[in-house]
């Protein structure tokens, strides 16, 4: 009697190697977006206005134990953005200046890169480690939605990475 070997099959022919689908799987786990960050977060935005003194920034970032700031002209419309980097550089190039006499808008960065709620996490993450910035304000419209730092998109994608390991471990299992 002569046996015949046969491949045995779990479920349908799958064309994919397994590497492939946990490649397609990895890339898929990317999904997340500047809204899914802020969903989870919330909306809070702490701002100040470019009259403002820069002791004042310093107090309510304090106050608020963050690292940056919007600036909102007095329609609430974003027209800067500082942070400690910009107070840094700008009492070490003006070592002179007063805080109680230095506006917001003399050491805000004007040129805010901004996201959107539909922004892909990993599209942020190259606009932070391009641009050498931790925070990037979420925009719908004019007006600003949220706040993302980098420690936000680090949490997110701790937590997608433990669920992917948790997929693929379960994979794995069977």
């Known amino acids: 009697m002569v046996s015949k070997k046969t491949t045995p099959h779990f479920g349908h022919e799958n064309p994919h190697t397994h590497s492939q689908s946990v490649e397609a799987a990895v890339?898929?786990?990317?999904?997340?977006t500047a809204g899914t960050i802020l969903a989870d977060k919330g909306h809070?935005?702490?701002s100040?206005?470019?009259?403002?003194?820069?002791?004042?920034?310093v107090r309510v970032m304090y106050d608020h134990k963050i690292g940056s700031v919007v600036v909102k002209d007095?329609?609430?419309?974003?027209?800067?953005?500082?942070?400690?980097?910009?107070?840094?550089?700008?009492f070490a190039t003006h070592p002179d200046e007063d805080p109680d006499n230095?506006?917001?808008?003399?050491?805000?960065?004007?040129?805010?890169?901004?996201?959107?709620?539909e922004t892909p996490i990993?599209?942020?993450?190259?606009?932070?480690?391009?641009?050498?910035?931790r925070h990037m304000p979420v925009v719908d419209g004019e007006h600003i939605a949220g706040m993302i730092s980098i420690g936000d998109v680090v949490k997110f994608r701790l937590r997608e990475l433990e669920y992917e390991a948790l997929k693929l471990k379960q994979m794995i299992v069977g």
Do not use: C
């Open 44 to 46: 809070e935005v702490v």
């Open 122 to 133: 990993l599209e942020i993450l190259h606009k932070m480690s391009e641009g050498r910035f």
């Open 27 to 32: 890339v898929n786990a990317y999904k997340g």
């Open 102 to 117: 230095t506006r917001a808008d003399q050491l805000m960065t004007k040129e805010v890169v901004t996201a959107t709620s």
């Open 74 to 90: 007095q329609n609430g419309h974003l027209v800067g953005m500082l942070t400690e980097r910009d107070l840094v550089m700008g």
């Open 48 to 57: 100040v206005r470019p009259v403002d003194s820069i002791r004042h920034v």
